[in-house]
């Protein structure tokens, strides 16, 4: 993953500067004397230096998919949010075109707030979440100096930034929809007649080629004051059914309606909404 924002990184100097073929090459290994000393053109260096995870962005640990008319939801884990942070570097042999070389990498990050898309992977694409780039104040490096002495090398003028990645290392977990779930009542003692109740949840869907949620739906049931609205995820709710066939009727916000029926207990409450 980290070779994957190394790689959008290279794209977006590139095309942002911009950086003509066989001119500034960009580096991402540890800027050291020995690295540095067998440097022959301008080069800018990127060095990531720090990762840390954003705990704080987690807000929803779980999102829960489901695809119309299937009995598996499928639950992932939202993806963590990692702190990428890079020290950038300019090295020439005059350090006149040093500065414009990070002055014009420090124009191209402060047009750049979100990675383009183009750039990404299709790995980090497919996460769905953008790539955020900040620049850093200059004490996000507490001692320069010390720095520059563990790299064995000159202390040099740099400027920071940091990347705000997703990261998502986790599987998808398919599990069976609970569409139907049966209760009985009785007085304590009593061993007679006892009351069952039936709840039935399902989605209902647009039909056609684009099965998708349907919100505020109507879904009443025929002979009853029974009924439910659908939310953004077309789901339904509808409880104290009996076992048996059950006639629903269900109405869009323009009046269009349609019926269907059902019977309780069954596996799925899904409905394809066709109104004519």
Same mark, same amino acid.
């Given at each position: 993953?980290?070779?994957?924002?190394?790689?959008?990184l290279?794209?977006?100097?590139t +095309?942002?500067?911009?950086?003509? @073929?066989? =001119?500034i090459? /960009?580096?991402?290994?540890?800027?050291?004397r020995?690295?540095? *000393?067998?440097?022959?053109?301008p080069?800018?260096?990127l060095?990531l230096y720090?990762?840390?995870?954003?705990?704080?962005?987690?807000?929803?640990?779980?999102?829960h998919?489901?695809?119309?008319?299937s009995n598996v939801?499928?639950?992932?884990?939202?993806p963590?949010?990692?702190d990428?942070?890079?020290?950038v570097t +300019?090295?020439?042999?005059?350090? @006149?075109? =040093?500065?414009? /070389?990070?002055?014009?990498?420090?124009a191209?990050l402060?047009? *750049?707030?979100?990675?383009p898309g183009?750039?990404?992977?299709p790995?980090?694409?497919?996460i769905?979440q953008?790539?955020l780039?900040r620049?850093?104040p200059?004490?996000?490096?507490?001692?320069?100096?010390d720095?520059?002495?563990?790299m064995?090398?000159?202390?040099?003028?740099?400027l920071?930034?940091?990347?705000?990645?997703?990261l998502d290392?986790?599987?998808p977990?398919?599990?069976?929809?609970?569409?139907?779930?049966?209760?009985?009542?009785?007085?304590i003692?009593?061993?007679?007649?006892?009351d069952?109740?039936?709840?039935?949840?399902g989605m209902?869907?647009?039909?056609?080629?684009?099965?998708r949620?349907?919100?505020g739906?109507t879904v009443?049931?025929e002979?009853?004051a029974?009924?439910?609205?659908?939310?953004?995820d077309g789901?339904?709710?509808?409880?104290?059914?009996p076992a048996?066939?059950h006639?629903?009727?269900l109405?869009?916000?323009?009046?269009?309606?349609?019926?269907?029926?059902?019977?309780?207990?069954?596996?799925?409450?899904d409905?394809?909404?066709a109104?004519?």
């Amino acid at each position: 993953m980290f070779s994957d924002i190394d790689e959008a990184l290279r794209q977006l100097l590139t +095309a942002g500067i911009p950086i003509r @073929a066989g =001119e500034i090459d /960009i580096s991402f290994e540890r800027p050291t004397r020995e690295w540095s *000393s067998k440097l022959s053109r301008p080069t800018i260096n990127l060095f990531l230096y720090d990762i840390r995870e954003r705990a704080e962005l987690q807000n929803m640990p779980f999102e829960h998919e489901r695809a119309p008319g299937s009995n598996v939801v499928v639950r992932r884990r939202t993806p963590r949010r990692l702190d990428v942070a890079y020290m950038v570097t +300019a090295w020439t042999r005059d350090p @006149a075109d =040093e500065h414009r /070389i990070l002055a014009s990498v420090l124009a191209c990050l402060y047009r *750049s707030d979100t990675m383009p898309g183009e750039f990404l992977s299709p790995a980090l694409r497919d996460i769905g979440q953008d790539v955020l780039l900040r620049l850093v104040p200059p004490d996000h490096i507490a001692k320069p100096a010390d720095f520059w002495g563990v790299m064995d090398n000159d202390l040099h003028a740099n400027l920071a930034f940091v990347a705000l990645v997703p990261l998502d290392p986790y599987e998808p977990v398919p599990f069976p929809v609970v569409s139907s779930a049966g209760f009985e009542a009785r007085l304590i003692g009593d061993e007679g007649q006892r009351d069952r109740f039936q709840i039935a949840a399902g989605m209902v869907y647009a039909a056609g080629e684009d099965p998708r949620p349907l919100e505020g739906i109507t879904v009443s049931v025929e002979g009853s004051a029974m009924s439910a609205l659908t939310g953004p995820d077309g789901r339904y709710f509808l409880g104290n059914l009996p076992a048996g066939k059950h006639r629903l009727r269900l109405a869009d916000a323009s009046g269009r309606t349609v019926t269907h029926e059902i019977e309780v207990p069954s596996p799925l409450f899904d409905i394809a909404f066709a109104a004519v």
